[in-house]
């Protein structure tokens, strides 16, 4: 009795899996009009530029530039908000090993609007270094009415 008790759990035990992947087919219209919610691919730029390593000078005129967020058909949304972060680098010598080294300080903001206050596009101006980075995060685009996406993020290296 207790072999036919152990048998049957068994053979339960395996075919549970075979019943439990039934999958139900989804119609064709349900899962176009889902891709139509919402933008398969979406990519940010700051002027002209993707995520880049560029010259001090470039990154200058950018300052007053502002981000542009594009779908894989190249239509253009409103950015709402991004973070921005500032990392510079200032060299220093260490009192411990006397060696030179990089010390990196972050600050940076939130923003509603496409673009950079004045006041930091000015600070910027002044303070740019090369080996400086610059985040463009958490950005924030209204994609149709009452509905928000977030876009990929930015990273400006600075030559």
């Keep these: 009795m207790q ?3 152990l048998l049957s759990c068994l053979l339960t035990a395996v075919a549970m899996p075979v019943f439990a992947q039934t999958h ?3 119609p064709a219209a349900t899962t176009t009009a ?8 979406l990519r940010s730029s700051w ?3 993707l995520s880049d390593t560029l010259p001090k000078t470039e990154v200058a ?10 779908d894989e058909k190249n239509n253009k949304y409103p950015v709402i908000s ?3 972060t500032y990392e510079k680098h200032e060299p220093y010598l260490n009192d ?3 060696q030179p080294a990089i010390y990196k300080d972050f600050t940076g903001d939130n923003f509603k609007s496409p673009t950079l206050t004045p006041l930091w596009s000015k600070g910027l101006k002044e303070s740019l270094q090369s080996g400086d980075v610059l985040y463009f995060d958490e950005i924030i685009i209204k994609y149709a009415e009452e ?3 977030k876009a990929p993020s930015i990273r400006i290296n600075v030559k």
């Design 147 to 149: 509905k928000y996406y």
């Design 47 to 49: 002027g002209i530029y």
């Design 3 to 5: 072999k036919h008790l």
């Design 34 to 41: 889902a891709s139509n919610k919402r933008p398969v691919k």
């Design 24 to 26: 139900k087919k989804v």
């Design 82 to 84: 991004f973070a921005f």
């Design 96 to 98: 411990t090993t006397g």
């Design 61 to 70: 005129k950018l300052l007053d530039s502002a981000l542009v967020v594009r």
